[in-house]
């Protein structure tokens, strides 16, 4: 009986898709953990001065907060009460409000911290140790922007594994049943091989090989497709250059290789040996 060739195009091209779904997730959490991060180090948090400081201690306050190991040094930013003011009347859009209302800022150093610092516990505990200095009336934070974005981080965590593990088992689902119809019109050739004594390991050798090979090719293709997918976000959204992590980005693509080749040797294997063990009247 001459061996027909199995069509793996369908096996390909749904395990191409799984890959693509899983490393779509796995970036967009890279990329989701990064925007966080960034917007964490954007919260500005302000450190009210006591009045009529001279210019020597505001500059040594400033000094000091720029030696601080979490502190952004480059957001360390001396804002005096009058500019505060002025601030506020451009935000207001009516100057005429505040004209004949006395001035009640007061001169403020604005930071922004690391995001592993901002926590609302970290930051009480650094507000009680600023208030030692006799220069600082005290410091303020959003607590509310701290929090919420802490739970975001955690949200974006839980969805990401959630959907991570749906798709490895839809993945084990959909592929098994692709490369089981691709093997199927192969499937007396397999038996008869046996029944004339060839062993397990040497019928199952080239369908195992060619598993491995289709599992690259589907994550070359799903790799593909995440590349095009990703420049082409870049040129709608160019800001989201900023949070390109290429190192991340060579492990997903990696992983999604091994992941590819790793479920296309096993679900074949598995069918191959799953032929193999049925009786001939079964596979009628």
Do not use: C
């Amino acid at each position: 009986m001459a061996r027909s060739k199995p069509v793996y195009l369908s096996a390909i091209v749904s395990v191409a898709l799984v890959l693509f779904m899983v490393g779509f997730f796995v970036l967009t959490a890279l990329h989701a953990r990064k925007l966080v991060t960034m917007f964490k180090e954007k919260v500005d948090i302000w450190v009210e001065l006591r009045p009529d400081l001279p210019e020597t201690e505001v500059s040594r306050l400033v000094g000091f907060l720029r030696e601080q190991p979490f502190v952004k040094p480059e957001s360390v930013t001396f804002i005096t009460r009058e500019q505060a003011t002025s601030e506020m009347k451009k935000e207001l859009g009516e100057a005429s409000l505040l004209e004949d209302m006395p001035n009640l800022f007061r001169d403020v150093i604005r930071v922004n911290v690391d995001a592993g610092f901002l926590s609302p516990e970290k930051l009480a505990e650094w507000r009680e140790q600023l208030k030692q200095d006799p220069a600082i009336a005290d410091l303020f934070f959003e607590e509310s922007a701290t929090g919420n974005i802490e739970r975001n981080i955690r949200k974006i965590g839980l969805l990401t594994l959630g959907l991570g593990v749906l798709l490895i088992f839809a993945a084990i689902a959909l592929i098994h049943n692709t490369i089981r119809l691709a093997l199927y019109s192969n499937r007396f050739i397999i038996k008869n091989q046996e029944l004339v004594g060839a062993s397990w390991d040497f019928i199952s050798r080239p369908y195992i090989r060619r598993g491995i090979i289709n599992g690259f090719w589907s994550a070359a293709v799903a790799i593909a497709a995440l590349i095009g997918l990703l420049t082409f976000s870049q040129k709608q959204m160019p800001e989201l250059k900023t949070l390109e992590d290429m190192n991340g980005t060579v492990g997903v693509f990696a992983s999604l290789t091994l992941l590819g080749v790793l479920i296309s040797w096993l679900s074949t294997r598995w069918v191959v040996l799953k032929f193999l063990k049925m009786r001939v009247d079964d596979l009628y």
